[in-house]
Structure formats: C-alpha cells, structure tokens
C-alpha cells in the first residue's frame, strides 16, 4: 500500500548517498595519511599492510564514487558488500577481546554486516533512475 506513495527513485539516491559518506570519508583519509592507514593495518593483522592500506584506497573512493554516481552500481554494490564483510572480520575481530574494547569492536563488526546487507540490497534494488548508465 505504502510502495506507491514512496519516491523510490529519489529514496535509492539518498540511500546511495548516505552509504557513499562511509567509503568517501574513510577512503579520503587512508589517502591522505597513508602511513597512518598501513600501521592501523599492520595493528590489525591485515595482510601485506601497504598493500592492503593502497588497495583499500582504490575500494573506497573508487566504490564511493560509484555510489554517489550509481554507475554500475549492481556489481559495485555486492564487490563492496564482500569487501565490507572481508574488513568486519580482519579489523573488528571481537571474538579474541574482552571487557570494553570487545563491546566495541563487536559493534562495529555488526555495523559492517548490515552494511553490507543494504548493500546487497542496493545491487537487488538497482540505482533507480538518478544513476550514470552506460549506453
């Protein structure tokens, strides 16, 4: 009943909008402290951590760009989805914690798995209308 009262296509905009924040921001500023960004990556054990910092740069700005533009936004979405589930389990281990730090951690972990269920959503759903497209 409610579907068509809802402006689906600018919903998807603002929603895609809303998730580019996270990516753009985090990306942004791996970018410009990379050495920052590979010692929070050798801190959480990621592998190869200048590796892992660059190749985090090129998902996230490259993905949120992606986002904003809804440019091929069905493979973008589920590709950051894993990427987002992959980062939850290397950087928000909170199973190996304890006291406040695993409270911590075990909320951003959860913030990472729903985030990449509304971004499995996304790539069900498409951009919607306001979107680049390749003709």
């Known amino acids: ?10 919903l998807l905009l ?3 909008l809303l998730m580019a924040i996270l990516f753009l921001v985090m990306g942004w500023g791996k970018l410009t402290d990379f050495q920052a960004a590979v010692g929070y990556m050798v801190q959480t054990g990621a592998p190869v951590p200048t590796l892992s910092a660059a190749l985090a740069i ?3 700005l490259g993905a949120g760009l992606a986002l904003v533009t809804g440019f091929l936004i069905e493979p973008v979405a589920i590709i ?3 990427y987002t589930i992959i980062t939850g389990l290397i950087g928000h281990h909170f199973w190996t914690m304890s006291g406040m730090l695993r ?3 075990m909320i951003h972990f959860y913030k990472n798995i729903s985030i990449a269920g509304g971004l499995f959503i996304l790539a069900s759903a498409g951009a919607g209308r306001f979107a680049l497209r390749l003709r």
Request: charged content about 25%.
């Open 103 to 105: 409270y911590d951690m």
């Open 80 to 82: 950051l989805a894993l």
């Open 58 to 60: 090129i998902v996230e």
């Open 1 to 10: 009943m409610f579907a068509s009262l809802l402006p689906r296509d600018a």
């Open 14 to 16: 603002a929603g895609r």
